[in-house]
Structure formats: structure tokens, C-alpha cells
């Protein structure tokens, strides 16, 4: 058995775990990151793309702004189609706020080159990893590696292991409270080298099913179409894909959609769940660990960034000024901001799909909702406030 000692134990290197990773070395308060796949691997999942203004201004915190800056498309407004028609949501004039296009992949990437450079330790391809007596004096995190027993005693532990990971199973079922929706479809997602179709975001509501435009870069295209929840990606070639996407799409963008070879297919499953409450004693679950909202919206990074915001404010409370203030107000805190944002996703997840059950009565009543978006100030604000991100 090798004993690590640390203040703060992380289970899992997304980016909620290297974000508060990075912020308490920068404060000066041990960590020890560990992850059961390879940092290869990680940085191999191709998610979320879009970051709010506070998520930017969090990362620049971690002083890890620079690139995302430099790379980044910052984006002023986006579009929805309904009904043959195109319409935008003029996120500056409406809100004075913009979002930044930038991939999960590059934060990720970002964070880890920053870890590297700080030389915090990370463990990588651990087996078995447990959160250990968190209701207790002395909580560790137990694992194995390579064969070999490990253990990381510490203050507290950071369940930062997204919706699989071992943190929230870890604790009793008596201690815990789940609410779960699951849709009835999935996200059929591509990344291909060409430039994208708009230089803005469009999700795209069609009675075929949701589609949408997203980017990268201006040589790379991230596109989506809403598929059934049991689908395979060997179903759709790539030719299929473009066909159906250009079918959701109103004519004049689908005739300006550039296609070619897609370098990454892959289906997301849409879900909203949220476990309460988010800390247990010594153990705090954060961004995946703790909820999950489906992908219309783009909450689900930035809602692991202002979760790592409450619990970093909160351990840097504890460690400097000997409160536990903000620890015991974090679940309350970060909770309060996670139901905003799986409302949010909720809702434009039911006006832009297409469910099994949807009747011409529901068609009807997501157009009228569309239209009144379309001619109501008060609507558009209403959604803008939503998506640029409420305040932390
Ligand atoms: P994760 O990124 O899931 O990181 C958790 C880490 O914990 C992983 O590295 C994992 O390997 C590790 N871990 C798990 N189990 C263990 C264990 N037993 N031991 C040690 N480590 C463990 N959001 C959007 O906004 N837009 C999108 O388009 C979008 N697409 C998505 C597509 C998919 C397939 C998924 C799964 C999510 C998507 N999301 C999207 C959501 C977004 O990516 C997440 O909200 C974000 O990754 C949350 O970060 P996290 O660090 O909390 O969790
Ligand atoms: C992307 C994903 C989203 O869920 C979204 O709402 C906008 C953009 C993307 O992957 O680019």
C-alpha cells in the first residue's frame, strides 16, 4: 500500500477537477488530481462547445485565459430556424454580454498543460478509485494502480468523476435525493475540416427533428442532428449525415453547407438529473457528478465551472480564514444556479425536438413559441439573460 498525502483529494481530471485543480495550487493548497483513463483519452472526447462570459472570466482566474482568447470565436448572437424561417437572438444589444465559442477539448488541454507546468500531481489510469470516510475525521481516497494499493489521506474530497464516476454512488441512498428526466432521442454529432455554414450558431427546430450548426474554428464545422435514443453511429455514413442535417436546415443555409469527410461521429444521450445535496461532510460532488442537463443550450461545462467556483471560494474560506461558512453554503449555493440551467436546457430542449409523442397540437404550440420569440423583446431577453449565463 503507497499512502499520498494531500488537503485536497480530486477524483477525475474533466474540467471540473482540473479547474478546481488549478485554482488551489494557484492559492497555495495541496491537491492530488487522480483519473481512471489516460490523458490521451480525455482529451479524445469531443463535447461541449460554448463558454459563457463568467466561465471565461473563471478560467482567467486560473490563468489559463490566454489561449482561449487568442483561439476563441467570441460570438454575439445566435440563430434559430422554424418553419422555413431564420431568426437571432442578439445576445450584446439584448444583454451586453457575448459567448465564446471554444472547444471542451482545448479547456481541457489548457488545464492540463497548466497542471503540468505546476507540477501538482495527477494520477492517471487508476483502477478502483473510492471515496473513503468522508462522514468522518480522517476521509481518503483509496485506488489502485497497476495492481498496487494506493491511498490519499486528506482534508476533503472533490467528486469531480462525472455522471458514472464512483463519488455519488458512494454515498448512502438515504443521504441523497435524484431527479431525472431522460428524452427519448440522442445527439448525433460530427466534427469535419470545413468551414462552417454561418459564422454564428443555429439550432434548427424542423419536423424531421432538431438540428444545428456549430464550429470550431473557421476550417472546422461541428454539426448535430437529433437521432433516435437507440441509434448506432455505423447506421449513418457520412453522406446520410449532411443529407438529413441539409434537410433540417431552411433552404438558402442548407445550399451554403460545405461537406467532406467527418473526423469524429459520435451519439450523446439527452438526460437532465440532479442529485441533492451536493455535499456530504468531507465529500463534494461537482459539475457531471452532481447533474447532468441535456446538450441544447450548452450548460453542462459551464455549469462545472460555477459549481468549482462555489467550492473553491468556499475551501479558500476554510483554509485561510479558518470559516466554514462557505462550505456549508455551497450545495445550497451551487444547486440554487444548477435548476436555472436545467430549466433552461429543459425548455429549449422541448421547443427545438421532436419527440415520439409530439401531436400536430404540440407542433403548433413550439411554432407559436417560436414566432412569439421572434416578435417579443421581453422573450428574447428572457432567453439571452439565460444563455450568455446567469450571474455565479
Ligand atoms: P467529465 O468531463 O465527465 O469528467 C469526469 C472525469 O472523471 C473523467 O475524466 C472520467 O474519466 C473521470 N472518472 C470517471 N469515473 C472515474 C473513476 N472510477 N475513477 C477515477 N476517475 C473517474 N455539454 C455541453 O455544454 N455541450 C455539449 O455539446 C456537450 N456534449 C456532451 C457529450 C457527451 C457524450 C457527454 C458525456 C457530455 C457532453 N456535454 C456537453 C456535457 C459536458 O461535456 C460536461 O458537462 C462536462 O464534461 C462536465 O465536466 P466534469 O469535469 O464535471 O465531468
Ligand atoms: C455546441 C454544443 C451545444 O450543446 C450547444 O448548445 C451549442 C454548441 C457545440 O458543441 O459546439
Given at each position: 500500500m503507497?499512502?499520498?498525502k494531500t488537503q485536497v483529494a480530486i477524483i477525475g481530471s474533466g474540467p471540473s477537477g482540473l479547474?478546481?485543480?488549478?485554482?488551489?495550487?494557484?492559492?497555495?493548497?495541496?491537491?492530488?488530481?487522480?483519473?481512471?483513463?489516460?490523458?490521451?483519452?480525455?482529451?479524445?472526447?469531443?463535447?461541449?462547445?460554448?463558454?459563457?462570459?463568467?466561465?471565461?472570466?473563471?478560467?482567467?482566474?486560473?490563468?489559463?485565459?490566454?489561449?482561449?482568447?487568442?483561439?476563441?470565436m467570441l460570438h454575439s448572437g445566435f440563430s434559430y430556424a422554424?418553419?422555413?424561417?431564420?431568426?437571432?437572438?442578439?445576445?450584446?444589444?439584448?444583454?451586453?454580454?457575448?459567448?465564446?465559442?471554444?472547444?471542451?477539448?482545448?479547456?481541457?488541454?489548457?488545464?492540463?498543460?497548466a497542471r503540468e507546468k505546476s507540477g501538482a500531481p495527477s494520477i492517471y489510469e487508476v483502477d478502483e478509485a473510492h471515496p473513503v470516510d468522508f462522514d468522518g475525521q480522517k476521509p481518503y481516497v483509496s485506488f489502485k494502480k497497476d495492481g498496487v494499493g494506493h491511498?490519499?489521506?486528506?482534508?476533503?474530497?472533490?467528486?469531480?468523476?462525472?455522471?458514472?464516476?464512483?463519488?455519488?454512488?458512494s454515498v448512502p441512498a438515504t443521504a441523497?435525493?435524484?431527479?431525472?428526466?431522460?428524452?427519448?432521442?440522442?445527439?448525433?454529432?460530427?466534427?469535419a475540416d470545413v468551414p462552417p455554414v454561418r459564422h454564428e450558431i443555429i439550432y434548427a427546430n424542423h419536423s424531421r427533428g432538431f438540428g444545428m450548426c456549430s464550429m470550431r474554428s473557421t476550417t472546422r464545422s461541428r454539426y448535430y442532428i437529433q437521432c433516435a435514443h437507440d441509434d448506432h453511429v455505423d447506421n449513418w455514413s457520412d453522406d446520410?449525415?449532411?443529407?438529413?442535417?441539409?434537410?433540417?436546415?431552411?433552404?438558402?443555409?442548407?445550399?451554403?453547407?460545405?461537406?467532406?469527410?467527418?473526423?469524429?461521429?459520435?451519439?450523446?444521450?439527452?438526460?437532465?438529473?440532479?442529485?441533492?445535496p451536493m455535499r456530504f461532510n468531507k465529500l463534494f460532488l461537482a459539475g457531471d457528478a452532481a447533474h447532468i442537463v441535456p446538450p441544447t443550450g450548452a450548460k453542462g461545462l459551464n455549469l462545472a465551472v460555477s459549481d468549482v467556483y462555489y467550492l473553491y471560494e468556499g475551501l479558500l474560506e476554510y483554509?485561510?480564514?479558518?470559516?466554514?461558512?462557505?462550505?456549508?453554503?455551497?450545495?445550497?449555493?451551487?444547486?440554487?444556479?444548477?435548476?436555472?440551467?436545467?430549466?433552461?436546457?429543459?425548455w429549449l430542449t422541448h421547443c427545438m425536438h421532436l419527440f415520439p409523442?409530439?401531436?400536430?397540437?404540440?407542433?403548433?404550440?413550439?411554432?407559436?413559441?417560436?414566432?412569439?420569440?421572434?416578435?417579443?423583446v421581453a422573450a428574447q431577453t428572457a432567453v439571452a439573460e439565460n444563455y450568455v449565463g446567469l450571474p455565479f
Open positions: 503507497t499512502t499520498h479547474l478546481l485543480g488549478q485554482l488551489l495550487t494557484l492559492a497555495g493548497i495541496e491537491n492530488i488530481v487522480i483519473d481512471r483513463v489516460s490523458k490521451d483519452y480525455i482529451l479524445s472526447r469531443v463535447r461541449a462547445g460554448v463558454l459563457e462570459e463568467g466561465t471565461v472570466e473563471m478560467l482567467d482566474k486560473a490563468a489559463i485565459g490566454e489561449r482561449i482568447h487568442k483561439e476563441g422554424f418553419s422555413g424561417r431564420m431568426e437571432r437572438i442578439n445576445l450584446r444589444d439584448l444583454i451586453g454580454k457575448n459567448v465564446m465559442v471554444y472547444g471542451q477539448t482545448e479547456v481541457t488541454q489548457d488545464l492540463m498543460d491511498r490519499i489521506d486528506c482534508d476533503f474530497i472533490a467528486g469531480c468523476d462525472g455522471y458514472h464516476g464512483p463519488s455519488r454512488m441523497i435525493q435524484t431527479f431525472e428526466k431522460e428524452y427519448p432521442f440522442g445527439w448525433l454529432g460530427v466534427l446520410e449525415f449532411w443529407d438529413e442535417l441539409r434537410r433540417r436546415l431552411p433552404q438558402e443555409v442548407a445550399d451554403d453547407v460545405t461537406t467532406g469527410p467527418s473526423f469524429e461521429k459520435s451519439i450523446a444521450p439527452l438526460r437532465s438529473f440532479v442529485a441533492e483554509y485561510r480564514e479558518k470559516s466554514t461558512a462557505g462550505i456549508d453554503d455551497y450545495s445550497q449555493k451551487a444547486l440554487a444556479r444548477v435548476w436555472k440551467a436545467v430549466r433552461f436546457s429543459w409523442s409530439t401531436t400536430e397540437f404540440d407542433r403548433k404550440i413550439q411554432e407559436a413559441e417560436l414566432d412569439h420569440l421572434a416578435k417579443s
